[in-house]
T-cell receptor, first 113, second 111 residues
């Protein structure tokens, strides 16, 4: 596809469960970002990948959050022992470099009951 | 840590009026980007400013980057109903990878 895709578009889970959110970036984009956006707020930086490695994971809120990008393309954000406060829209973005425009996916709306 | 403040939080205008949103960073930025997010949508890139004092125009939109590379503004001339949405600035720290978004300014345009 031409743009960034994210799956699932919606995820409802129960407190304490494990979830995985997937991001397919634009082909050829080496830079990939994960953000979290709550209602009425701007996207909150979580983690940045350059290729396969996490160059900056300083935005991950705690050790329940983890992300991988094993082949430098698709990325998965993993959340363990989900809490109600994790409910938000999780956005993925990709770009050619860390200093170029970011192309956002449609997001995954996570609801933790 | 680095903060990016954006004001105002909301702006209601009559169609045809001008609109400005302001962005201030607590640290010097490598560059600043502006995005627009429509209700229910995702952020869409508008422009990037890199140089100190840079001014760029896109039709009715004018973007400025401050001399100290710590503040920026977006000005829309003669707003239209299609301008409705939330405008975010996003700053990249010098030497870093972390993009920090402002909280956004939500623009409402009354026809």
């Amino acid at each position: 596809g031409a743009g960034v895709s994210q799956t699932p578009s919606n995820k409802v889970t129960e407190k304490g469960k494990y979830v995985e959110l997937r991001c397919d970036p634009i082909s050829g984009h080496t830079a990939l970002y994960w953000y979290r956006q709550s209602l009425g707020q701007g996207p909150e930086f979580l983690i940045y990948f350059q290729g396969t490695g996490a160059a900056d994971d300083s935005g991950l809120p705690n050790d329940r959050f983890f992300a991988v990008r094993p082949e430098g393309s698709v990325s998965t954000l993993k959340i363990q022992r989900t809490e109600r406060g994790d409910s938000a829209v999780y956005l993925c973005a990709s770009s050619l470099t860390s200093e170029s425009e970011q192309f956002f996916g449609p997001g995954t709306r996570l609801t933790v009951l | 840590g680095q903060q990016v403040m954006q004001i105002p939080q909301y702006q209601h205008v009559q169609e045809g009026e001008d609109f400005t949103t302001y962005c201030n960073s607590s640290t010097t930025l490598s560059n600043i980007q502006w995005y627009k997010q429509r209700p229910g949508g995702h952020p869409v890139f508008l422009i990037q400013l890199v140089k100190s004092g840079e001014v760029k125009k896109q039709k009715r939109l004018t973007f400025q980057f401050g001399e100290a590379k710590k503040n920026s503004s977006l000005h829309i001339t003669a707003t239209q109903t299609t301008d409705v949405g939330t405008y975010f600035c996003a700053g990249l720290n010098t030497g870093g990878f972390k993009t920090i978004f402002g909280a956004g300014t939500r623009l409402f345009v009354k026809a």
